[in-house]
Antibody, heavy 122, light 107 residues
Framework: QVQLQESGPGLVKPSQTLSLTCTVS??????????WSWIRQHPGEGLEWIGY???????SYNPSLKSRVIISLDTSKSQFSLKLSSVTAADTAVYYC??????????????WGQGTLVTVSS | DIQMTQSPSSLSASVGDRVTITCRAS??????LNWYQQEPGKAPKLLIY???SLQSGVPSRFSGSGSGTDFTLTISSLQPEDFATYYC?????????FGPGTKVDIK
């Protein structure tokens, strides 16, 4: 059973870079069926997909954030990471890592990490 | 981007009630539609994938239907642990998008 756990600073200053890591356990991060993803949720609001990375190295990002986002993979540590640059208060959110899984012609997000709140403030 | 809408945005119901939530996509997404449940302070949990397939471990009182642009999530008999917010999500094309959510609370 794959499990995900986010880690990283809970407070980031405006204009700096937000950096989070997701550790994958209970399964191989190199499994071909998974696209390792980041999703965020602004306080009291809905869910926004940020992007994903496949173990082939291919990535896909939400165009709304693409200019500021990098998602990378470290298979030796079973981790994938999110970097979001030039943050503002609008980037304050709970950040989730999730596995975007492909099977039988369909895709879905499962499982999810517990989420980590990142606040952008000076 | 494919826009997802949900109705109602919130509803009040009693234990044992049958509850139906609707999700609509701005263009046809075939059956690439998933449903998630989110309890306060917790991560979303997958309930239904591919519009109508029940995720393993999810109670059979949850069901999904639809294709194209119109989808429904039905809870046949609402239980106390079902009071939560429900989101639909399209996996037809990037950027993947979610509906705004439907909050189900106690009447």
């Amino acid at each position: 059973q794959v499990q995900l756990q986010e880690s990283g600073p809970g407070l980031v200053k405006p204009s700096q870079t937000l950096s989070l890591t997701c550790t994958v356990s209970g399964g191989s991060i190199s499994s071909g069926g998974y696209y390792w993803s980041w999703i965020r949720q602004h306080p009291g609001e809905g869910l926004e997909w940020i992007g994903y990375i496949h173990n082939s190295g291919s990535t896909s990002y939400n165009p709304s954030l693409k200019s500021r986002v990098i998602i990378s993979l470290d298979t030796s540590k079973s981790q994938f990471s999110l970097k979001l640059s030039s943050v503002t208060a609008a980037d304050t959110a709970v950040y989730y890592c999730a596995a975007y899984y492909y099977a039988s012609g369909s895709y879905w997000f499962d499982p999810w990490g517990q989420g980590t709140l990142v606040t952008v403030s000076s | 981007d494919i826009q997802m809408t949900q109705s109602p945005s919130s509803l009040s119901a009693s234990v044992g009630d049958r509850v139906t939530i609707t999700c609509r996509a701005s263009q046809s997404i075939s059956s690439y539609l998933n449903w998630y449940q989110q309890e306060p302070g917790k991560a979303p949990k997958l309930l239904i994938y591919a519009a109508s397939s029940l995720q393993s471990g999810v109670p059979s009182r949850f069901s999904g239907s639809g294709s194209g642009t119109d989808f429904t999530l039905t809870i046949s008999s609402l239980q106390p642990e079902d009071f939560a917010t429900y989101y639909c999500q399209q996996s037809f094309s990037t950027p993947f998008t979610f509906g705004p959510g439907t909050k189900v609370d106690i009447k």
